[in-house]
């Protein structure tokens, strides 16, 4: 078997090891650029079986669509793809929820709202009085976002329980996103029941599976999948730093044992990841970080 999926999925710390030192050892696993890499690779080893791990929010799981329907329409019959994918609003919901961490306002991400459109976000302005921008990834987008939710504050809009959801990414984003994508989602993908997340538990339907017209690429009715459970090592805080509870540099094992070179949690994988972040920036242990924290 070959298994294919993303680079940063490459050093996400397993069971026992990451697919990186799996790979190490001989097993054949390969990182691509997109899921449509992976369907080439089928047609060239007949004789194996190809599969495609897959990962990510609204803003990846539209490529995983497409290459879905072209395994279909190209009976490429040795390609399955296992679906990790993940959707936004029900994590969002069990934060707001959660009462563990008070939250006044949300930067939407920018591709995620390309895909979903802005209405995906008007739930946590009608029913929780959040306000919402979302935004783009250029430092004047993100200084732009904050001043506009600023501006709701100062305004008294969200005193009177006015909260809005603005666009700031207009050039991108549409209210109502892309519509090509979410019907091509529709069709391939059927919402799970529930889904466990590494740092954030059990959430019901924020997963997405596969549907059972495209059962024959489907991984999991492909192969006997134990459904492992994969704990959190108990020093690692990722959850606690997903959602808000604790800055990244307040775990304990930030900088010193977990690392972007040698990664304990989640948060610390990806470039994008909140503990990769403040690792990156300089912000590399607590006594630096307390040093530049402005005190309430």
Same mark, same amino acid.
Request: net charge negative.
């Given at each position: 078997?070959? =298994?294919?999926?993303?680079? $940063? &999925? &490459?050093?996400?710390?397993?069971?026992?090891?990451?697919?990186?030192?799996?790979?190490?050892?001989?097993?054949?696993?390969r990182?691509?650029?997109?899921?449509? $890499?992976?369907?080439?690779?089928?047609?060239?080893?007949?004789?194996?079986?190809?599969?495609?791990?897959?990962?990510?929010?609204? !803003?990846?799981?539209?490529?995983?669509?497409?290459?879905?329907?072209?395994? +279909?329409?190209?009976?490429?019959?040795?390609?399955s793809v296992? @679906?990790?994918?993940? !959707?936004? *609003?029900?994590?969002?919901?069990?934060?707001?929820?959660?009462?563990?961490? *008070?939250?006044?306002?949300?930067?939407?991400?920018?591709?995620?709202? @390309?895909?979903?459109?802005?209405?995906?976000f008007?739930?946590?302005? #009608? *029913?929780?009085?959040?306000?919402?921008?979302?935004?783009?990834?250029?430092?004047?987008?993100?200084?732009?976002?904050?001043?506009?939710?600023?501006?709701?504050?100062? @305004?008294?809009?969200?005193?009177?329980?006015?909260?809005?959801?603005?666009? %700031?990414?207009?050039?991108?984003?549409?209210?109502?996103?892309?519509?090509?994508?979410?019907?091509?989602?529709?069709?391939?993908?059927?919402?799970r029941?529930?889904?466990?997340?590494?740092?954030?538990?059990?959430?019901?339907?924020?997963? =997405?599976?596969?549907?059972? *017209?495209?059962?024959?690429?489907?991984?999991?009715?492909?192969?006997?999948?134990?459904?492992?459970?994969?704990? $959190?090592?108990?020093?690692? #805080? /990722?959850?606690?730093?997903?959602?808000? +509870?604790?800055?990244?540099? %307040?775990?304990?094992?930030?900088?010193?044992? /977990?690392?972007? !070179?040698?990664?304990?949690? !989640? /948060? &610390?994988? @990806?470039?994008?990841?909140? /503990?990769?972040?403040?690792?990156?920036?300089? +912000?590399?242990? +607590?006594d630096?970080?307390?040093?530049?924290?402005?005190?309430?």
């Open positions: 078997m070959i =298994l294919t999926t993303f680079g $940063d &999925m &490459m050093r996400v710390p397993g069971s026992q090891e990451s697919l990186l030192q799996v790979r190490a050892a001989g097993a054949d696993v990182f691509v650029y997109s899921p449509l $890499d992976a369907l080439p690779i089928a047609r060239d080893n007949p004789d194996k079986q190809v599969v495609f791990f897959a990962v990510g929010f609204e !803003t990846t799981a539209p490529s995983t669509a497409v290459t879905l329907e072209r395994a +279909r329409v190209e009976g490429v019959a040795n390609f296992f @679906s990790n994918h993940v !959707t936004t *609003e029900p994590p969002l919901r069990a934060i707001v929820n959660g009462g563990e961490t *008070e939250i006044d306002a949300f930067i939407g991400p920018g591709h995620v709202a @390309s895909v979903v459109g802005t209405h995906a008007d739930f946590l302005a #009608e *029913e929780f009085n959040r306000p919402v921008v979302v935004t783009g990834f250029e430092p004047l987008d993100v200084l732009q976002a904050v001043a506009m939710l600023l501006e709701q504050f100062t @305004s008294g809009e969200v005193a009177a329980g006015r909260a809005t959801v603005q666009n %700031q990414y207009a050039r991108v984003v549409r209210p109502d996103g892309n519509i090509v994508a979410q019907k091509l989602m529709d069709r391939v993908f059927r919402t029941d529930t889904f466990e997340w590494r740092g954030l538990g059990w959430i019901d339907h924020s997963g =997405l599976g596969i549907a059972p *017209e495209y059962a024959a690429w489907d991984a999991e009715a492909t192969f006997t999948v134990p459904g492992v459970r994969v704990a $959190d090592p108990p020093a690692c #805080e /990722c959850g606690s730093v997903l959602t808000g +509870r604790i800055k990244p540099w %307040q775990c304990r094992v930030f900088g010193t044992a /977990c690392t972007p !070179t040698t990664p304990i949690g !989640t /948060c &610390m994988v @990806s470039p994008e990841g909140a /503990c990769a972040a403040y690792y990156n920036f300089g +912000r590399l242990d +607590r630096t970080a307390n040093a530049v924290t402005i005190r309430d």
